[in-house]
């Protein structure tokens, strides 16, 4: 098994997550990323997707959207402006903004409409599909 | 002398005076611990967010960004948090005093006001306004600073602001809050107090310094923004609290001294129909 370092994720609200696990896989602008400990120090940003810490006791899932992560030798720190655990997402309401967004779309609305339904859109699949393990 | 009546109404309306205090200082203790929590709660983002920005600019010295350098032209905007209630003390006060003290000239200022009491001096005094977010300071949301920062970078790109500005009263503790004026945009740091082994990791970036910072610092504003409001509301109530809790002292101060007077009043009374009394009984016999 791995080595273990520190992982951090702080969302405006509260210290979301913190605790030692030894792999944590994140989506970010340049694609999906996994990290041991030992990865080179390196600033990335996020996109929204899946948060997926193995630690100890299993596997946790979370959802994360907009923000961005540091690592350091030992130490992972996400910043994420909003982080849910799957039991804190509301299916239902993830639902009903992924047909808005989907709409919104298919419309063909101004640009930067587009650029807002696109995003929505893509948190709505970040929350359905975490919130689907519940 | 007053005549006992009159007294006693004072002293009754006093009273009633005293016990509006006293539910007033309950009131913001309870609302003061709630919020002081959520400044506490809020308080890991924003350090690790200027720690963050700060340790990027200081690694590449080189850097050369947009929200680094202030506009030719442009006026100089202020965020101006106070409350939409009164009867806090100098909470409001303070603020517009700091402000009109920068040392900024009226006419190059816009003020973006959260709270309608400074709203309303800085404006009756002729200073200009821009969008009002009073109602955020009710119960300040994390989408309510997005919204806020999203417009005033907004304006900072088009060249329509030089400057940000960020005037709040900063909460020590429950009895000391400070009124600060600091400097969102352009971002400048202090880079004196960056610790040796920050200095020695070297840091990737990915895709690129410039996008990491496109993204982060409008995050960083954001992030400040939120902080200073919920210190803002921390930091009324305890201002509130204070002020009520020196206003039911002094009620009490003045019901201790009425309560003499009326004593006196009274035993003054007493004696003069006893004298009174005394006379006429003489006059009979």
Same mark, same amino acid.
């Given at each position: 098994?791995?080595?273990?370092?520190?992982?951090?994720?702080?969302?405006?609200?509260?210290?979301?997550?913190? /605790?030692?696990?030894?792999?944590?896989?994140?989506?970010?602008?340049?694609?999906?990323? /996994?990290?041991?400990?030992?990865?080179?120090?390196?600033?990335?940003?996020?996109?929204?997707?899946?948060?997926?810490?193995?630690?100890?006791?299993?596997?946790?899932?979370?959802?994360?959207?907009? /923000?961005?992560?540091?690592?350091? %030798?030992?130490?992972?720190?996400?910043?994420?402006?909003?982080?849910?655990?799957?039991?804190?997402?509301?299916?239902?309401?993830?639902?009903?903004?992924?047909?808005?967004?989907?709409? %919104?779309?298919?419309? /063909?609305? %101004?640009?930067?409409?587009?650029?807002?339904?696109?995003?929505?859109?893509?948190?709505?699949?970040?929350?359905?599909?975490?919130?689907?393990?519940? | 002398?007053?005549?006992?009546?009159?007294?006693?109404?004072?002293?009754?309306?006093?009273?009633?005076?005293?016990?509006?205090?006293?539910?007033?200082?309950?009131?913001?203790?309870?609302?003061?611990?709630?919020?002081?929590?959520?400044?506490?709660?809020?308080?890991?983002?924003?350090?690790?967010?200027?720690?963050?920005?700060?340790?990027?600019?200081?690694?590449?010295?080189?850097?050369?960004?947009?929200?680094?350098?202030?506009?030719?032209?442009?006026?100089?905007?202020?965020?101006?948090?106070?409350?939409?209630?009164?009867?806090?003390?100098?909470?409001?006060?303070?603020?517009?005093?700091?402000?009109?003290?920068?040392?900024?000239?009226?006419?190059?200022?816009?003020?973006?006001?959260?709270?309608?009491?400074?709203?309303?001096?800085?404006?009756?005094?002729?200073?200009?306004?821009?969008?009002?977010?009073?109602?955020?300071?009710?119960?300040?949301?994390?989408?309510?600073?997005?919204?806020?920062?999203?417009?005033?970078?907004?304006?900072?790109?088009?060249?329509?602001?030089?400057?940000?500005?960020?005037?709040?009263?900063?909460?020590?503790?429950?009895?000391?809050?400070?009124?600060?004026?600091?400097?969102?945009?352009?971002?400048?740091?202090?880079?004196?107090?960056?610790?040796?082994?920050?200095?020695?990791?070297?840091?990737?970036?990915?895709?690129?310094?410039?996008?990491?910072?496109?993204?982060?610092?409008?995050?960083?504003?954001?992030?400040?923004?939120?902080?200073?409001?919920?210190?803002?509301?921390?930091?009324?109530?305890?201002?509130?609290?204070?002020?009520?809790?020196?206003?039911?002292?002094?009620?009490?101060?003045?019901?201790?001294?009425?309560?003499?007077?009326?004593?006196?009043?009274?035993?003054?009374?007493?004696?003069?129909?006893?004298?009174?009394?005394?006379?006429?009984?003489?006059?009979?016999?």
């Amino acid at each position: 098994m791995a080595e273990k370092f520190h992982l951090k994720v702080i969302t405006p609200e509260r210290v979301f997550y913190e /605790g030692e696990a030894f792999f944590v896989e994140m989506n970010t602008t340049e694609g999906e990323v /996994g990290i041991y400990k030992n990865h080179i120090p390196m600033t990335m940003l996020l996109a929204p997707g899946v948060l997926l810490i193995h630690e100890e006791d299993g596997v946790k899932e979370a959802a994360l959207h907009s /923000g961005f992560i540091e690592i350091l %030798q030992d130490r992972v720190s996400v910043l994420a402006e909003i982080a849910e655990w799957p039991d804190e997402i509301d299916i239902n309401r993830a639902n009903e903004a992924k047909i808005r967004a989907e709409r %919104q779309l298919k419309n /063909g609305e %101004q640009t930067a409409n587009i650029i807002k339904a696109e995003i929505a859109l893509k948190r709505a699949l970040t929350r359905l599909e975490v919130g689907r393990h519940k | 002398m007053a005549s006992m009546r009159d007294i006693k109404r004072r002293k009754s309306s006093i009273t009633s005076t005293q016990q509006i205090t006293k539910a007033m200082k309950l009131v913001s203790t309870v609302k003061l611990q709630k919020a002081r929590s959520k400044a506490e709660y809020s308080k890991p983002y924003s350090n690790f967010m200027y720690e963050t920005v700060r340790s990027i600019l200081t690694k590449s010295t080189n850097i050369d960004h947009k929200y680094l350098h202030s506009g030719d032209s442009g006026k100089k905007a202020v965020i101006m948090m106070t409350s939409n209630r009164g009867l806090a003390g100098g909470y409001n006060s303070n603020i517009t005093k700091l402000i009109m003290g920068s040392g900024i000239p009226k006419e190059e200022m816009i003020i973006y006001p959260i709270g309608r009491k400074g709203r309303d001096a800085m404006s009756r005094k002729g200073y200009q306004m821009a969008t009002d977010y009073s109602d955020v300071i009710n119960d300040p949301l994390y989408k309510d600073a997005i919204e806020i920062s999203q417009e005033l970078l907004h304006g900072f790109e088009k060249g329509e602001i030089s400057e940000i500005y960020l005037a709040y009263t900063s909460f020590k503790n429950t009895v000391s809050q400070i009124p600060k004026m600091e400097q969102l945009l352009p971002v400048t740091m202090d880079q004196t107090t960056v610790s040796k082994e920050d200095q020695i990791i070297p840091m990737n970036y990915e895709p690129n310094e410039e996008e990491v910072l496109d993204m982060v610092i409008p995050k960083y504003v954001t992030s400040l923004i939120y902080g200073a409001l919920l210190e803002c509301v921390a930091s009324e109530n305890g201002a509130r609290m204070t002020a009520m809790d020196a206003a039911t002292s002094n009620a009490e101060e003045m019901i201790d001294t009425l309560s003499l007077e009326y004593n006196r009043a009274r035993q003054g009374s007493i004696t003069q129909e006893l004298t009174e009394i005394i006379a006429g009984a003489e006059a009979i016999s």
